[in-house]
């Protein structure tokens, strides 16, 4: 928020001293962040229910609101709220209590790195991707948490295939994530976005063809971090009820909700920010209020293919997924970080 | 104002690390014990961005939450019965370990306040996962190689010990 505190009293003669103005503008900015992920979770919701709806010949939620249902998912977020809070008797309470805002601070924090434009950002860190990467690891202690303080069978092997599925996919995600890097010569996430100005051809997915394999491996990979089809053994209806959070009810139940929605939107945003040019349009460059509108398009149209694939694929066995984490996109992630190297070793480009 | 915020700052992170440092150490359950971890791990990360390593910080995060803590609260979980809520650590050889306890202390305020520490005046280098890439690249290449070296044997050393004894299991 440095950046824009700075750019709002140079151009505006704001009379207020910078260091009052940058930490105000980071609280609201985590303020806005926070109303914008329970907006865009409810928005999504009904989205993918429509998605769902549409792609299986049905209509899906028309009635509440008018609009075709577009207070379907607001009807719903009330009605989560004013449910009671139930406990297990058995439940391990501490744990069971505080695992639900674990998972969220895990995937809150991320956004802190997420840039939406030229000067909004939260904090441009220097480590900016590998913050998100750190970060995101809360999740998973949360997860484990929320499936242990259950105290129940199938919350606990949700909670178990959750953690081994993340850790195992971290490695193909972080693999990916670095080819992007090295093209980008920097950790932080404004530098990478500046490193891909000047148009569609110069976005990484397009720059060569084993940063495009990476912008692929990430997208899967990242799938599975966040437990979506395909990959959404953990929480698999058919063997495990709901997976970790099946003991959860109303508020804390709507907290997981929102946390893997706002996860969900945070993968596609990073695949947007590293590999396909961030906030900058398709012809480069991005005027201030577009470059938000332009990140915001280009992770919801990934996120549309998330929810695509969801009703297109099938769910995989342990094995399968394993395999698949393990034996294609490690490697083939690791071919990627080589080629790209080579790549910019002969063409002289960044 | 700024000197006063950052100590304030300071010790909200040294209290959280050694409260829940004291958790992990006295509680008898095993799995609020593994669980205390997080805010230890997340304690020292804060420390270390307050010694301007944002990159140790973020390496700590994902290292140790990501990967260390996951693999212990799996043993925890696996190595009893998953039921069994009352995983308790108990006290053995109370007397000798208070031995021990109190020379190591002693030791440690020894050396705490036998070292003449340096106050560092200059500004922390602003990129610093550039300079250990770099680094790591160039004077500390041997140490690199030798890490890498030995992660890979003890990858190997795993892989031998949990593969299936093909010879054995055939027969029986």
Known sequence: MQALAQYLI?????????????????????????????????????????????????????????????????????????????????????????APLVVFVGSF?????????????????????????????????????????SNNKWALFGAMRSAAQIVS?????????????????????????????????????????????????????????VNRT????????????????????????????????????????????????????????????????????????????????????PRLRVDQLMYIGWKVLTPFAFACIVGTGAWMLVFKQG | MDGYLSAVVFYVFAAITVLSGAMVALSSRLIYAAFSLLLTFFGVAGLYIFLGADFIAATQVLIYVGGILILLLFGVMLTHRIYDFKILSTRVQFVPSVIVVGCTFALLLAVIFGTRWQMVKE???EYTAATIGKLLMTTYLL????????????????????RRDLTSGEES
């Open chain 2, 143 to 162: 140490p690199f190689e030798a890490v890498s070296v030995l992660l890979l044997v003890a990858l190997i050393g795993a892989a031998t010990l949990a």
């Open chain 1, 230 to 313: 395909p990959f959404d053994i953990p929480e698999a209806e058919s063997e495990l009820v709901a997976g970790y959070h099946t003991e959860y009810s109303g508020m804390r139940f709507s907290f997981f909700f929102l946390a893997e929605y706002a996860n969900m939107f945070a993968v596609a945003a990073i695949a947007a920010t590293l590999f396909l040019g961030g906030w900058q349009a398709p012809w480069g460059g991005g005027a201030p209020i577009f470059g938000v509108i332009w990140v915001i398009a280009k992770a919801h149209f990934l996120v549309f293919v998330q929810m695509w694939l969801r009703w297109t694929l």
């Open chain 1, 10 to 98: 140079q151009t505006f003669g704001l009379p207020v001293p910078l260091s009052v103005l940058s930490p105000l503008l980071g609280f609201m900015g985590g303020v806005v962040v926070l109303t914008a992920i329970a907006v865009q979770a409810m928005y999504l919701i009904w989205l993918e229910r429509k998605v769902a709806a549409h792609m299986q010949d049905r209509l899906g939620p028309m009635l509440v609101g008018g609009w075709h249902g577009w207070a379907q998912s607001l009807a719903d977020g009330i009605k989560l709220l004013l449910k009671e809070d139930i406990v297990p008797a058995a439940a391990d309470r501490p744990l069971f209590l505080l």
């Open chain 1, 169 to 225: 996919y971290e490695i193909p995600v972080g693999l990916s994530l670095l080819a992007a890097v090295m093209a980008a010569g920097s950790l932080s996430m404004q530098e990478i976005v500046a490193a891909q100005d000047g148009g569609i051809h110069r976005w990484f997915a397009f720059r060569n063809p084993f940063l495009f394999v990476a912008f692929v491996i990430y997208f899967l990979a990242s799938l599975s971090e």
């Open chain 2, 123 to 125: 500004a922390p280098p």
């Open chain 1, 109 to 149: 924090a991320a956004f802190v790195c997420l840039p939406f434009g030229d000067r909004v950002i939260i904090s441009d860190l220097n480590v900016g991707i590998f913050y998100i990467i750190a970060v995101t690891s809360f999740v998973v202690i949360g997860i484990i948490m929320a499936g242990w303080g």
